[in-house]
């Protein structure tokens, strides 16, 4: 006889026998859906494993790539930093420069005005020296026409230290 309730030459004539064989052909059904059901609850579990291992990678990629997200953002940071202190750098120059130019724009003023003091001096003194030259120039001038005049009244030239000449 075989599994499950059959038998190789027929039905068994004993009910005790029959009875034997359906409890030994249900357990064999109940072992075989047992053996069914653990296949089916080992194959959802071994999927649920794969899939949490898939999971588990693919969070660790989104770590990674938060990883260099972060670094890179790490590396922007520091350059805007860097840029940042060198336009402060370039600020705090370009400060120190102005007050230098400041300073010296008001060395040269200050230099300006004296020259205008000296030159307003001398073109005082110049034209003093232009009306002192113009007024013994215009002495030079009378005397020689003095001269003249007399020369030609008939008289003798005056003047100091002249000579006469005689012919």
Known sequence: MGLFGS?????S?????????KIIA???KADQRNMDHAIKDFTTSEKSHNKSIKEADKAEHTIEKS??????TAQALNKAEHKHDAALADQKNA????EI???HEAQLDADVQQRRGTLEQLQQRKEANDQSREAKLAQIHQQA???????????????TGGTTRSM
């Open 7 to 11: 038998s190789s030459d027929g039905a």
């Open 13 to 21: 004539a004993d009910p005790e026998i029959r009875q034997f064989e």
């Open 26 to 28: 249900n357990e064999a």
């Open 67 to 72: 990883i260099k997200k972060e670094h890179s």
């Open 95 to 98: 400060r120190k420069s102005l």
């Open 101 to 103: 130019k400041r300073k």
């Open 145 to 159: 026409a003095d001269r003249r005049a007399s020369l030609d009244n008939g008289g003798s030239p005056t003047g």
